[in-house]
């Protein structure tokens, strides 16, 4: 059953109401019942915030966590059909901001970026301040692969994406294969990440 924050709230109001109707309890008694019950439903809410109705956040083992940097939502969409193609094949994947990277668990297999340059070279919105160096450290010995977008036009084309591969392998983070490197979003290199991928053709 999925209880939600509102649920949550309308259901302490309730037992606070009941509690402060009920005879033969002493003040004190019911303030610290009030009390209590208040704390209690803090830490529930916590729980519920953390744990994410689409399971972005929830502290099961995937077999792929797929991060996207994005500033136009490119980026998230191919994260996205990379997680359904990935559960097509019987594997449990599911997306997160590349900045949201540090609050779920590192995956069983791999850890897939699909990540968007912008400006000048830059980080779009979802990947700025992605790593504070902890984040990449917990990747370490894991096997990930990029996928990164821009555009040849640019002089620094595919720059974010391939400093977020550097910073990888720096912190010891396994390459499975070398980041590809998408210009206007040629479907022809996005064919080519997915057949890295998944090569039986999933
Ligand atoms: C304002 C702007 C700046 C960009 N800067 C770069 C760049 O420096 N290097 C690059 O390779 N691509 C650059 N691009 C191209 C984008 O990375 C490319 O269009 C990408 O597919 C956008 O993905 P998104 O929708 O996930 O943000 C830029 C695009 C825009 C609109």
Redesign the pocket.
Known sequence: MRVGLKSLWLLLGLVLLLTWQLDGLAPERRWVASITLVLYAGVLAAALRRARPDGSNMEVRLDYRVAYA???????QLAQETCKRLRKAGLTAAPVALNQLSTVPVPERALLLVV???????A?KTGIGWDDGEVSMRYAGCPFAVLA???RN?P????FGLDVEQRLQAAGAKPLFAPVQVS??DPRMIDAWFRQLLPKGD
């Open positions: 994005t500033e136009t939502g490119t980026a998230r968007s340059t912008t400006g000048n070279g830059d779009p977008l821009g555009d640019y620094r084309f595919c720059a206007q979003a």
